[in-house]
């Protein structure tokens, strides 16, 4: 658009590089605006979600009896933006300009935008805008992983938490981690404490505690633990990657197994194994597989140790198929159940 000039900060906003280039950041030049005056002088658009666009004016007003011109707005925080109007701005009258944040990902940010003029002398005035980032849930380790353990082990993951709160909220978050998937782990959560105060945050620590029930076997699981905390008008989620396996005296190599897309009326066929506890392979008593799509054929292999499954999936249709092999095996209280899914094509 003529007469108006756009002065764009590029760059991905990841909070650490934010943090870092703010640190070594060259300060704003000193104030000297005997002839302008900037309308509000500073606004706070207080908590933002990670990313979140907001879109805010500010008017340069010319209290001189001379005409000036904004010739350059300079930031402190490559978060924002700003189009300004540069044609001459008559005595007592104003220029509007348009600023565009996009919030950082963490922390608090208080950015000033340098309004330099020209006319009858040179002026540098100020506006500031200030906001503060939903907090992140931190947590350390970053994945619970219990990895592979046998029916009846003990099993539990402790993982500390920290949130750095903010000073825009009054009062501590409420966390009220949840796992994703409906899966038999207890979770409970220590009492929070703050540990560290800061002039912009402070430091709320905790421990969460994961027991996984080993009563019975439990295919492999990739899940997550999910802390949603209550904040006032929005939620920001953290995902904290959950994994592990319970094992009785059988397992199968992988906890599903899929055929994809298999063409109708022609068979497709993947192998699985089945693995034992002991030196010899599994013993197996029985082995079903429903519907009749999926069909199913078994060897011994004694050298891996274990029972190869030769799965057979013929679909009669187009669209999804599902189905499961149920194996019996001595010395596992119940049968393992394989699902089976395929896409008829």
Same mark, same amino acid.
């Given at each position: 658009?003529?007469?108006?000039?756009?002065?764009?900060?590029?760059?991905?906003?990841? &909070?650490?590089?934010?943090?870092?280039?703010?640190?070594?950041?060259?300060?704003?030049?000193? /104030?000297?605006?005997?002839?302008?005056?900037?309308?509000?002088?500073?606004?706070?658009?207080?908590? +933002?979600?990670?990313?979140?666009?907001?879109?805010?004016?500010?008017?340069?007003?010319?209290?001189?009896?001379? @005409?000036?011109?904004?010739?350059? =707005?300079?930031?402190?925080?490559?978060?924002?933006?700003?189009?300004?109007?540069?044609?001459?701005?008559?005595?007592?009258?104003?220029?509007?300009?348009?600023?565009? /944040?996009?919030?950082?990902?963490?922390?608090?940010?208080?950015?000033?935008?340098? /309004?330099?003029?020209?006319?009858?002398r040179r002026n540098t005035a100020q506006f500031?805008?200030?906001?503060?980032?939903?907090?992140?849930?931190?947590?350390?380790?970053? $994945? *619970?992983?219990?990895?592979?353990?046998?029916v009846g082990d003990k099993a539990e993951v402790?993982?500390?938490?920290?949130?750095?709160?903010?000073?825009?909220?009054?009062?501590?978050?409420?966390?009220? @981690?949840?796992?994703?998937?409906?899966?038999?782990?207890?979770?409970?959560?220590?009492?929070? /404490?703050?540990?560290?105060?800061?002039?912009?945050?402070?430091?709320?620590?905790?421990?969460?505690?994961?027991?996984?029930?080993?009563?019975?076997?439990?295919?492999?699981?990739?899940?997550?633990?999910?802390?949603?905390?209550?904040?006032?008008?929005?939620?920001?989620?953290?995902?904290?990657?959950?994994?592990?396996?319970?094992?009785?005296?059988?397992?199968?190599?992988?906890?599903?197994? *899929?055929?994809?897309? &298999? @063409?109708?009326?022609?068979?497709?066929?993947?192998?699985?194994? +089945?693995?034992?506890?002991?030196?010899?392979?599994? $013993?197996?008593?029985?082995?079903? !597989?429903?519907?009749?799509?999926?069909?199913?054929?078994?060897?011994?292999?004694? *050298?891996?140790?274990?029972?190869?499954?030769?799965?057979?999936?013929?679909?009669?249709?187009?669209?999804? =198929?599902?189905?499961?092999? !149920?194996?019996?095996?001595?010395?596992?209280?119940?049968?393992?159940?394989?699902?089976?899914? &395929?896409?008829?094509?």
């Amino acid at each position: 658009m003529r007469g108006t000039r756009t002065l764009r900060f590029a760059g991905a906003l990841v &909070a650490s590089v934010l943090v870092a280039a703010s640190s070594a950041q060259t300060p704003p030049p000193p /104030v000297y605006s005997p002839d302008v005056k900037i309308e509000p002088d500073s606004m706070n658009l207080h908590m +933002l979600e990670p990313n979140e666009v907001k879109n805010v004016e500010f008017k340069v007003r010319n209290v001189s009896d001379k @005409p000036i011109k904004i010739d350059s =707005v300079l930031t402190t925080c490559r978060c924002v933006s700003v189009d300004y109007d540069t044609r001459a701005i008559p005595p007592g009258e104003a220029a509007v300009a348009r600023v565009k /944040v996009t919030a950082a990902t963490a922390e608090a940010r208080k950015t000033i935008a340098s /309004v330099r003029t020209s006319g009858f002398r040179r002026n540098t005035a100020q506006f500031i805008i200030e906001y503060t980032v939903i907090p992140e849930v931190f947590t350390q380790p970053r $994945k *619970a992983d219990f990895g592979r353990v046998k029916v009846g082990d003990k099993a539990e993951v402790a993982l500390k938490v920290v949130v750095h709160v903010p000073k825009e909220l009054a009062e501590d978050p409420v966390l009220e @981690p949840y796992v994703a998937q409906d899966l038999p782990i207890k979770v409970t959560l220590d009492p929070p /404490v703050v540990t560290k105060i800061r002039d912009d945050t402070r430091d709320l620590v905790t421990t969460l505690h994961l027991v996984l029930d080993t009563s019975k076997p439990l295919a492999a699981f990739d899940s997550n633990v999910v802390f949603k905390p209550k904040l006032p008008r929005t939620y920001r989620q953290t995902l904290v990657r959950l994994l592990g396996e319970v094992r009785g005296a059988a397992w199968f190599e992988h906890p599903q197994l *899929a055929f994809g897309p &298999a @063409p109708v009326g022609a068979p497709t066929v993947l192998s699985i194994r +089945l693995y034992g506890e002991g030196p010899d392979p599994p $013993k197996l008593e029985e082995a079903v !597989v429903t519907p009749a799509v999926f069909t199913e054929e078994h060897e011994v292999d004694a *050298a891996t140790r274990s029972i190869r499954f030769d799965l057979t999936c013929t679909p009669a249709e187009t669209g999804p =198929v599902t189905g499961e092999l !149920v194996v019996k095996v001595a010395g596992c209280p119940a049968p393992l159940k394989l699902p089976l899914s &395929a896409r008829g094509k």
